[in-house]
């Protein structure tokens, strides 16, 4: 839709209207139940304009801001259902819990929703910078707001601050070199005026990336997404663990488009996906922590995105929005599972050795743990086999073969520590720590049964997710703006 003249993909205003919404609701009555419910309609209407399709219009000035395409559709439609489950998982742990009031609590997730989902829709500097800042405001206030007992969610949320602070300096810094050179803050033309290869334009393209392979935790910017998960709660360190990196992701693929990636960055690109799969795997083998691994494995799956990323193909739309649906519904399942483990006190017992014997307390859980686990791992009947068997494919057909080595060899190590979390919940405990909250039963066991039949469904019948994936990749380049607006003039 078009607003005094500027171009306002329709999720994005349902999201901005509801947050408005929102924050004029506990500005005049606070109710935690009204937030949350105001909350998640907001969220379930603005998932639903994701099918919706404004009439196409011809490219003008107005959209150098936003634009609405089938990838845009795909990725803000999963970061819109992943904070729902958020949303669902949070409930009676913020309602029921918290001494006073979470009406923020609510508000915090929809500023991150509407952040992440800004991203996915531009095709502008200004606009997704704005969101990477909405997004880390409101992540620095959600990973202190159920952690308030513990220093390590103070600590976490000031690394956060503090780390995130320089990362966004860094990054405004690069878009500014970028200007420099192109004139002009629309994606297209800022990479166009990067291939140039001149020292500014590399400076400028070097700083933008280091500043969204921190948002993603790419190896070696990292190091703060194991502090900052462990510090978060559960329901929050899975928003981690996949909001942004839907968000950060979407935006990098719109930035370079279908082009692969110039010969400037060629081996730097290479160097950093085999490090962030090495080096997530290899992390996640010293964790006793089950939080703690699930960062280094989020670490790790980043990298195998970025081979689909850096294969641009025939395979390459397809592969991207299948491994991002497959990593969200197995990382989201386990979160899920883990909350449904939280003491009746908000203590959260994610110590790897808690998990022994869950097989025989809690089988339910524990087949759905095995499914999600497999699934991360890469292995059949799971849709994680499907999307790490298309990320293989990608990389093939461009004939990427150190990668897919270090594709082979970083999915071996997982398979180790998954299979010994799977290992432990078969080994008879008759001592078990974990004890479940049972008053949590049916909102758990709804989100984990919904998306156990997503990993088995998308596994056992793949075409089924293929058939409804269409090509979704970007056409920012070459040539879909600048056909319809003319390059800016110095440039």
Same mark, same amino acid.
């Given at each position: ?10 999720? =994005?205003?349902?999201?901005? %209207?509801?947050?408005?919404? *929102? /924050?004029?609701?506990?500005? &005049?009555?606070? #109710?935690?139940?009204? !937030? ?124 956060? =601050?503090?780390?995130?602070? %320089?990362?966004?300096?860094? *990054? /405004?810094?690069?878009?500014? &070199?970028?200007? #420099?050179?192109?004139? !002009? ?307």
């Amino acid at each position: 839709m078009i607003i005094n003249g500027i171009f306002l993909p329709f999720p =994005l205003f349902v999201l901005s %209207v509801g947050t408005m919404l *929102l /924050l004029a609701s506990v500005t &005049l009555h606070r #109710s935690s139940r009204l !937030s949350f419910s105001l909350g998640l309609l907001t969220l379930v209407l603005a998932t639903m304009m994701t099918y919706y399709h404004a009439p196409i219009m011809p490219l003008a000035a107005t959209q150098t801001l936003f634009v609405a395409d089938t990838w845009a559709d795909y990725t803000a439609a999963l970061i819109l259902l992943s904070t729902s489950c958020i949303f669902i998982l949070s409930w009676q742990d913020v309602t029921q819990r918290s001494a006073r009031s979470a009406d923020e609590y609510a508000l915090l997730l929809l500023l991150g929703a509407l952040g992440a989902t800004a991203m996915v829709f531009s095709v502008n500097y200004m606009p997704f910078f704005l969101g990477v800042e909405i997004l880390s405001i409101a992540l620095i206030g959600l990973v202190t707001f159920r952690s308030r007992h513990t220093q390590k969610g103070l600590e976490a949320a000031m690394k956060y =601050l503090i780390l995130s602070g %320089v990362s966004s300096a860094i *990054l /405004l810094f690069g878009i500014g &070199l970028s200007y #420099s050179v192109t004139g !002009s803050l629309v994606f297209e033309f800022s990479t166009a005026g990067h291939e140039t290869g001149t020292g500014i334009a590399a400076a400028a393209s070097i700083m933008v990336l280091s500043g969204i392979f921190f948002k993603l935790s790419a190896v070696p910017f990292h190091m703060w997404i194991l502090d900052v998960m462990e510090g978060a709660s559960v329901p929050i360190a899975g928003f981690i663990a996949v909001v942004p990196k839907i968000g950060i992701f979407s935006a990098l693929v719109r930035y370079f488009g279908s082009e692969p990636v110039t010969p400037f960055l060629h081996n730097t690109m290479s160097a950093i996906i085999i490090l962030t799969i090495l080096g997530g795997n290899l992390l996640a083998l010293c964790q006793t922590n089950l939080i703690r691994l699930m960062a280094c494995s989020s670490i790790a799956h980043v990298g195998y995105l970025l081979i689909a990323f850096y294969s641009p193909g025939h395979f390459q739309s397809d592969t991207m929005v299948l491994y991002l649906a497959a990593y969200t519904a197995a990382t989201l399942g386990t979160f899920s599972i883990i909350q449904a483990f939280v003491s009746p006190e908000g203590l959260q017992r994610s110590t790897i050795s808690d998990w022994k014997g869950l097989f025989f307390t809690h089988p339910s859980l524990a087949v759905a743990m095995t499914a999600m686990l497999l699934s991360l791992a890469g292995i059949p009947p799971t849709i994680g086999f499907f999307a790490k068997f298309e990320i293989a494919a990608s990389g093939l057909e461009q004939r990427h073969y150190v990668l897919l080595t270090a594709l082979i060899v970083g999915s071996i190590i997982a398979l180790y520590y998954y299979l010994n979390i799977i290992r432990l919940m078969t080994t008879p405990n008759t001592s078990l720590n974990i004890v479940q909250n049972e008053k949590k039963n049916l909102t758990i066991y709804s989100a984990v049964f919904i998306l156990t039949l997503i990993v088995f469904i998308g596994g056992i019948f793949p075409s089924f997710f293929m058939n409804s994936i269409h090509p979704a990749l970007p056409p920012t380049r070459p040539g879909y703006i600048q056909s319809h607006i003319p390059l800016p003039s110095g440039s």
